[in-house]
């Protein structure tokens, strides 16, 4: 019998899983940014923030920055350590060639340098063991076919002492705000998908993806089972979104 996964709400063969998951960010690189903001009504780049605010990047370290499509957490990263007067060595993985695109087209325009932009896959990263001390990932792992084996891959590259963490949207969120969350993720998003991005499918499946990603105590053991040490996590938005994180020990 095939092996299936969750697309969304629909079971689909694993091995498909990664390329329809490449189709939704082609067709919606260009407009990802703009989207991110009428979607959250800005609040992502609050979240995106404080995510950066709590990795507290130091300028002596290697950041890895995975699923970091066009560049936004990177961009953050790189803001910081310039205000502490260093520049760091961040690296922006992605395995999309389009969103790739989009972050160096974006990085052009704001004159930013050294940013080491890289197309690979979370699951089998073709980078050396030990070798990033900071590991981010925000909004990324949920879209992973095998997430697993993407933390693993992190745990792997990171040297002893290395950090962990991850930003996604979880379930659930504040019960009082159940009803009106879901009435805007179900009808709202997939409409302003159609109307911006001209793709409502992709956004519906953004949507249902969300709804499938693992609670969070669950996805805590996750991370621990790849073998991180004092994995915790804390919520913003009424729980809409949480940060989780490791170390390497
Ligand atoms: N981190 C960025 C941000 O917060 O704006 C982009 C997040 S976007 C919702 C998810 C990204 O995950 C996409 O750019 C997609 O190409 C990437 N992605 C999905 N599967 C991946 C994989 N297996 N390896 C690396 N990147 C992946």
Same mark, same amino acid.
Request: glycine share 8%.
């Given at each position: 019998?095939? /092996? ?8 689909v063969p694993t091995q498909d899983k990664q390329g &329809?998951?490449?189709?939704v960010f082609s067709s919606v690189a260009a407009d990802?940014?703009? &989207? +991110?903001? $009428? &979607? ?8 995106? +923030? ?24 990177? #961009? ?10 260093? *520049?760091?060595? *961040? ?7 389009? &969103?790739?695109? /989009? ?5 052009? /325009? ?5 940013? @080491? ?8 990263? /073709?980078?050396?063991?030990?070798? #990033? ?7 990324? @792992?949920? +879209?992973?076919?095998?997430?697993? %084996? ?25 019960? %009082?705000?159940?009803? @009106? ?8 998003? !997939? ?5 911006? %991005?001209?793709?409502? %499918?992709?956004?519906?499946?953004l949507v249902e993806s969300i709804r499938k990603f693992?609670?969070? !105590?669950?996805?805590?053991?996750? *991370?621990?089972?790849?073998? #991180?040490?004092?994995?915790? #996590? ?5 729980? *809409?979104? $949480? ?7």
């Amino acid at each position: 019998m095939t /092996e299936t996964t969750s697309f969304g709400f629909q079971d689909v063969p694993t091995q498909d899983k990664q390329g &329809m998951v490449g189709e939704v960010f082609s067709s919606v690189a260009a407009d990802y940014d703009r &989207m +991110n903001d $009428a &979607m959250s009504l800005g609040v992502h780049r609050l979240w995106k +923030n404080t995510f950066v605010k709590q990795i507290n990047p130091r300028h002596d370290e290697a950041f890895l920055d995975v699923a970091g499509g066009t560049g936004d957490i990177a #961009f953050r990263i790189q803001d910081k350590l310039a205000k502490r007067g260093g *520049i760091g060595e *961040i690296t922006v993985l992605d395995i999309n060639a389009e &969103m790739l695109a /989009e972050g160096r087209r974006r990085a052009e /325009e704001q004159s930013r340098e050294d940013l @080491i932009w890289l197309e690979d896959n979370a699951e089998a990263l /073709e980078l050396p063991d030990s070798s #990033f001390d900071c590991y981010s990932i925000a909004f990324g @792992i949920r +879209n992973v076919t095998n997430i697993p %084996a993407a933390l693993s891959e992190a745990h792997r590259v990171l040297k002893r002492g290395g950090r962990f963490f991850c930003l996604e949207f979880t379930a659930p969120v504040l019960p %009082a705000l159940e009803p @009106i969350y879901k009435a805007y993720s179900f009808n709202v998003i !997939p409409w302003l998908g159609g109307r911006i %991005a001209g793709d409502r %499918a992709s956004y519906q499946y953004l949507v249902e993806s969300i709804r499938k990603f693992p609670a969070k !105590p669950a996805f805590a053991d996750l *991370i621990r089972q790849a073998g #991180f040490s004092n994995v915790r #996590f804390n919520t913003m938005s009424a729980g *809409i979104v $949480a940060v989780h994180s490791g170390w390497k020990l």
